[in-house]
T-cell receptor, first 112, second 114 residues
Framework: DAKTTQPPSMDCAEGRAANLPCNHS???????VYWYRQIHSQGPQYIIH???NNETNEMASLIITEDRKSSTLILPHATLRDTAVYYC?????????????FGKGTKLTVNP | DAGVIQSPRHEVTEMGQEVTLRCKPI?????LFWYRQTMMRGLELLIY????????DSGMPEDRFSAKMPNASFSTLKIQPSEPRDSAVYFC????????????FGPGTRLTVL
């Protein structure tokens, strides 16, 4: 699976959009971009995933660049409960491996 | 569904003792994963099962660790004998073999080996 690079920490004001970047310059054509988050003392939680088109769900939006070498997770109106570590993971959806390889992620702190 | 259930939530034991962690996946999920999380190493996959069969145990640290899945609704992770360096939070997760492969994580078991 391709490696990802994320900033170790970010801050965001409550009510503002949080934009979390992820670099995955070695991503392969069959690899998807996944985002999970882990709120303190809880298990990781799936947020969203995408291949090349932008995706949106009730939690967030995922913007993937045209060359697919980077992406941005957007929380449109961050709340204090969005304070968590956010993990960007790239992996192939097929190929027999169901593994998720977690890096260090970005610790997002939402401030009041 | 109640989600992935893990027990116990906290375990404190002494070095050399046997520890058994338990997991009940979400009903209908055919994949089950065991992870370990420490400050030093982050979140690591230990082993995963598909339809109760171990598929990849390359993350299991050593022979002291073993995992079983006797049926679709129950799995155990056993450490025997336990050592202080095994202290960590152990997560169980499950997923469907669908295209999205979203993994649902349990609340974790915090293990402390004295």
């Amino acid at each position: 699976d391709a490696k990802t690079t994320q900033p170790p920490s970010m801050d965001c004001a409550e009510g503002r959009a949080a934009n979390l970047p992820c670099n995955h310059s070695t991503i392969s054509g069959n690899e998807y971009v996944y985002w999970y988050r882990q709120i303190h003392s809880q298990g990781p939680q799936y947020i969203i995933h995408g291949l090349k088109n932008n995706e949106t769900n009730e939690m967030a939006s995922l913007i993937i660049t045209e060359d697919r070498k980077s992406s941005t997770l957007i929380l449109p109106h961050a709340t204090l409960r969005d304070t968590a570590v956010y993990y960007c993971i790239v992996r192939a959806l097929q190929g027999g491996s169901e593994k998720l390889v977690f890096g260090k992620g970005t610790k997002l702190t939402v401030n009041p | 569904d109640a989600g992935v259930i893990q027990s116990p939530r906290h375990e404190v034991t002494e070095m050399g003792q046997e520890v058994t962690l338990r997991c009940k996946p979400i009903s209908g999920h055919d994949y089950l994963f065991w992870y370990r999380q420490t400050m030093m190493r982050g979140l690591e996959l230990l082993i995963y099962f598909n339809n109760n069969v171990p598929i990849d145990d390359s993350g299991m640290p050593e022979d002291r660790f073993s995992a079983k899945m006797p049926n679709a609704s129950f799995s155990t992770l056993k450490i025997q004998p336990s050592e202080p360096r095994d202290s960590a939070v152990y997560f169980c997760a499950s997923s469907l073999s669908s295209g999205k492969n979203e993994q649902f994580f349990g609340p974790g078991t915090r293990l402390t080996v004295l």
